[in-house]
């Protein structure tokens, strides 16, 4: 059951990794004032996208029905994700860029593994630091950096 799902949902992803890297080339190839257009990123991802589902259809084909086990769906963890992503994407241009990056990857980190909250902390701060300053600072990007009362 699980290597049909597999098989499906590589396929599914290929299909969109495929749609991001089209979508990508129909955005500007350059923004006013940035070395880096809004178009390297969806493509980047898109790649990324079809090179995974690629590699996940090799090894549904490859492993055995008996490999996988049963494992029980779970709910919970999905919505939660799922609500702060929409919060996420809703409250990215209000907050800025490094705080709901931080809290949504703070939250992720906690609904996946509820007892490591020193190193969630620290990993969420850094990851949203480091990408802020490679893309505005060296990349020379764009994005909404600290909420505009802040």
Known sequence: M????????????????????????????????????????????????VLLSIRLFFESLTSSPG??????????????????????????????????TFLFLCICFQTMERSKWVTSLIISAAFSGVVYVLFVEVLKGTLPGWPIWF
């Open 2 to 49: 699980t290597i049909k799902f597999d098989r499906i949902a590589a396929v599914a992803f290929l299909v969109v990794g495929v749609l991001f890297m089209v979508a990508s080339k129909q955005l500007s190839s350059t923004s006013y004032g940035s070395v880096v257009g809004p178009d390297i990123f969806p493509f980047i991802l898109g790649i990324i996208l």
């Open 67 to 100: 490999e996988g086990k049963k494992e029980s769906i779970q709910y919970k963890p999905f919505l939660i994700i799922l609500a702060a992503t929409l919060v996420y994407i809703l409250t990215l241009e209000i907050v800025g860029y490094v705080i709901t």
